[in-house]
């Protein structure tokens, strides 16, 4: 079978490659494809030899304190919050595949095969843009992202499949206990040996390889002994349909369980709040959140170790300056409960009678409200503790509310249009959004185009700045009143967001049901 699997999987990539060349077709792509090959290229020739990762260097005990450390924490989020994805098959999968003569093992065999084919090309995308620049420094940098990724991938499909069972069977019996223990004791461990493949000269790293191998068996061999039998679970699924054929009940919907909302829907309203209603009660369901949590919570816990764990108020200020750049820069990327996830109703969508302006608007007040409000509660504290502010000689009481209250206006500016901006980008650019990620693939590898689209957000949104940022200074130099400069910064920039989404509201009412590629 192992062929097959490889014919399979040469099919799949090859009308992958087909299909996006033949996107190319259009205009938008041939274009964005065209940009995208010069921005390669003119990072490669920019940066030095040794790569954007040049500088890093774990010379001291406590640079390797901290690199292990965040390693650890890293690894261990999948025991805490349910970041990953366990084996799971699309429909097509399970209509051919568990039909055909192949067992479990074969099957489980199959669907990590996939999976590392994906951290290869994981290894070989952060090679071209930020590895070094020479072929055998280059080759040894894309082994080091491959070798690292595989083992984070599988480590992490591992807790996935292991809490996807625990939570079929229900609480923990006795002796699962001893599992969870070892975890505790052996991650520090592999998160030491991560770090270690990751610095290490090649001589090391090609002597660490067997080790790596090890590793990477030993968690092979957890996902096979912990996943459930899919044969089983389809035969179960069978019999339960025969099951509700005969009884009857076969078109009779399964009653949910009932959870009590704080917010009531009127029955009457503006479409826009519905939507945000709709997408409020989607944000406590939101695992991107578990993924916003833990980076906050690593890079505080890198600000304490530099600092020795002293708390200072300068160290308080600089945890808060984080977090805002966070909930602005990175937040709008990684909280997708607007248009990036409904596009995946798409073809419901049309049958609304709603114009695209006034949905686009919609779907971007749940994000907008919730990153703005972190983002205040950030500038608020650090506005209150921190010793010196930005723009600010005297930092007395009224200072610090005025300052705290034009960063509030000019950061929900900002994420508010770094969200059309997404938006923008998924309504123009459907195809090369990642609608509805497989399940059970690799998050670092559907992060790819992820982080494709994060780097042209970025440059969009610079673009989009530049002119209500030169109006805010104008009126800061005429004025001299930093509250005046960013109430014209913020209302330029919330105009131009406004007037972006009439514009993206007409291309989605033109939108055609066949750009928008759906994963299953």
């Known amino acids: 079978m192992t062929g097959v699997f490889l014919y399979l999987t040469a099919c799949s990539i090859r ?7 033949r996107r190319l077709r259009q205009p938008r792509y041939l274009l964005i494809a065209l940009g995208l090959i010069l921005y390669i290229g003119s990072i490669t020739l920019g940066r030095p030899p040794s ?6 260097a774990l010379d001291s005990v406590r640079a390797r304190v901290i690199a292990v450390s965040v390693a650890t924490l890293l690894l261990a989020s999948g025991w805490v919050f349910p970041v990953g994805a366990a084996l799971r098959f699309t429909s097509a999968e399970i209509q051919f595949l568990f039909t055909a003569p192949i067992s479990r093992r074969q099957l489980i065999g199959y669907k990590l095969s996939r999976m590392l084919i994906g951290s290869v090309g994981t290894g070989v995308f952060l090679t071209v843009f930020v590895g070094p620049t020479r072929l055998m420094p280059a080759l040894l940098f894309a082994a080091k992202c491959a070798v ?11 807790i996935a499949t292991y809490r ?16 969870l223990l070892a975890a505790c004791l052996l991650t520090p ?23 790596a191998a090890l590793i990477a068996g030993a968690n092979v061999m957890w996902i096979v002994r912990t996943d459930s039998a899919f044969e089983e679970a389809a035969t179960e699924a069978a019999d339960k349909m025969n099951r509700a054929i005969a009884a009857g009940q076969l078109f009779k919907p399964r009653k949910p369980r009932a959870r009590p909302s704080r917010f009531r829907l009127a029955p009457r309203g503006s479409v826009e709040t519905a939507i945000l209603w709709k997408n409020w009660m989607l944000l406590g369901r939101a695992s991107k959140l578990a993924l916003i949590v833990p980076a906050i919570a690593v890079a505080s816990f890198i600000f304490m170790v530099v600092s020795e764990g002293v708390v200072t108020a300068e160290l308080v200020g600089e945890i808060s300056m984080f977090v805002v750049a966070i909930a602005t820069l990175l937040g709008p990327a990684m909280l997708r409960i607007d248009l990036r996830q409904d596009l995946t109703h798409l073809a419901l969508i049309k ?4 114009r695209g302006a006034a949905l686009i608007r919609g779907e971007l007040l749940a994000p907008a409200i919730v990153l703005s409000l972190w983002a205040a509660a950030a500038i608020a504290i650090g506005s209150a503790v921190a010793p010196g502010l930005l723009l600010v000689d005297q930092v007395g009481f009224g200072a610090r509310v005025t300052f ?22 998924a309504v123009y650019f459907p195809a090369w959004v990642e609608l509805k990620p497989a399940p059970g693939a690799a998050a670092i590898e559907m992060n790819v185009r992820m982080m494709l689209l ?5 440059i969009i949104l610079g673009f989009v700045v530049m002119l209500p940022a030169a109006a805010g200074f104008l009126a800061y130099m005429v004025t001299g009143g930093l509250l005046i400069s960013s109430m014209v910064f913020a209302a330029l920039l919330t105009g131009e967001a406004l007037a972006a989404t009439e514009l993206l509201g007409r291309v989605l009412d033109r939108t055609d049901l066949q750009d928008v590629v759906v994963a299953e």
């Open 15 to 21: 009308n992958s490659v087909r299909l996006r060349f």
């Open 51 to 56: 790569g954007s990762f040049g500088v890093v």
């Open 148 to 158: 690292v990724v595989t083992l984070l991938t599988l480590h992490g499909v591992g």
């Open 164 to 179: 996807s069972q625990a939570k079929e069977v229900g609480r923990l019996p006795l002796r699962r206990w001893p599992i």
């Open 189 to 211: 461990l592999a998160a030491a040996g991560l770090v270690f493949l990751a610095f290490s000269p090649a001589a090391q790293f090609t002597a660490a390889l067997p080790i």
């Open 351 to 354: 049958t609304w009678p709603v």
């Open 404 to 425: 705290a209250i034009a960063a509030v206006f000019a950061a929900t500016a900002v994420i508010t249009a770094h969200l059309v901006v997404h938006n923008g980008l």
């Open 454 to 458: 994060m780097y042209g957000s970025m």
